[in-house]
């Protein structure tokens, strides 16, 4: 039975908070599934716009019912939609895409200039059901846990950034240990890199960085040097590859100055602003630089899923985990920067 409404976490109004609500259960179109949400996870974009920044005022239109990061169930399918079931657990891709760009057409449905995001130009993933494109939707095995599902979409991220370049043999330099550079950490390692080396300036962060990844070398950048770093671990020229995590102008510095001569940086991390960059430095270390948008669809979402099922174990960075009627709790343990993963509950 399809009920009529369902709870769902909006931003009613401009102002800060998010507030919930009794929303009507979205009718799906011939090509949509309608999906149960199980579990959803807390993501820094929902933070902005709980917070109602410069960012999210001139994003999100109102009223809008947040989040993108998912795991549920398909109870209702369009009737174009083949090789998926009732039933199916999934998760699924936030970012909707239009079919008749050049970089669509190429198969490059991640660079797609015309994509929208769940959570924030559509309606979203904190409510009882979502509705998705049925293209969207990435089914999960069943050693793939709703709650690991619902942080596909923080791991892709990472998995997409870790994996811009090979890392097999490689020293690797991660700048920022929140959830996504601390899972990229995880990621790695798991794909053969020699040393794994994080940094941050908030010991939390760091101490959970080694909780979840054991054997990654933690630094604490107001209070150790990277060089220091690169003898102790004999690196003799410096790190292979940087994944540059925290948008911090001082942390994409250190990675230049820690890179070997023709190193490789992947950026995910987003600069508050327009920020200085040293640019001969890079020029005369022959660096090459990727910016990281998103996941790849859905290469991404196959080899995460495959790493999952050989080994790749992240389930350490969910460090929160509230019922949905809590979801203020769960935003605070989010803002409070001590938090790894928070996943609500919406069963
Ligand atoms: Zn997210």
């Known amino acids: 039975m399809r009920p009529n409404t369902m709870k769902a976490l909006e931003k009613s109004k401009p102002e800060e908070g998010l507030w919930m609500v009794q929303a009507p259960v979205p009718e799906i179109n011939a090509d949509e599934v309608l999906i149960r949400v199980n579990k959803t996870g807390i993501c820094g974009t929902d ?52 079919t008749d760009s050049r970089q669509s057409r190429a198969g490059k449905f991640h660079l797609d200039p015309g994509t929208r995001g769940i959570g924030v130009n559509e309606q979203g993933a904190f409510a009882q059901y979502l509705k998705l494109p049925a293209f969207n939707v ?11 599902g619902a942080i596909l979409d923080p791991l892709g991220n ?39 080396v994080i940094t ?8 959970l960085a080694e909780h979840v990844v054991p054997t990654v070398r933690p630094v604490d950048v107001s209070k150790e040097d990277l060089q220091d770093v690169i003898a102790e671990l004999d690196m003799k020229e410096g790190f292979d590859v940087g994944l540059e995590m925290s948008g911090s102008q001082i942390a994409l510095d250190q990675m230049v100055e820690a890179l070997v001569m023709g190193g490789k940086i992947a950026l995910l ?16 270390k022959a660096i090459t630089i990727k910016g990281v948008y998103g996941r790849e669809m859905f290469e991404t979402w196959y080899k995460m899923i495959a790493m999952l099922q050989n080994g790749l174990d992240v389930s350490r960075v969910i460090t929160h985990r509230f019922g949905v009627d809590e979801f203020a709790e769960g935003f605070a343990a989010m803002k409070s920067g001590q938090s790894g993963k928070v996943v609500l509950d919406w069963t």
């Open 158 to 196: 990472a998995v997409h950034t870790a994996l811009s370049f090979d890392l097999l043999g490689e020293d690797v330099l991660i700048t920022g240990a929140g959830p996504i550079g601390i899972m990229a950490a995880a990621v790695a390692r798991h794909a053969g890199a020699r040393n794994v």
């Open 200 to 207: 941050d300036i908030n010991p939390d962060r760091l101490k």
């Open 47 to 98: 933070i902005h716009i709980w917070n109602w920044d410069d960012w999210a005022a001139a994003t999100v239109p109102i009223p809008m019912i947040t989040g993108h990061e998912f795991a549920g169930e398909i109870v209702e399918m369009g009737r174009n939609v083949t090789g998926l079931e009732i039933g199916q657990r999934c998760s699924g891709e936030g970012h909707l895409i239009t």
């Open 269 to 284: 991390g987003i600069p508050p602003g327009k920020s200085p960059v040293d640019w001969s430095r890079i020029v005369f």
């Open 138 to 148: 990435v089914p999960l095995p069943d050693d793939v846990p709703d709650e690991i």
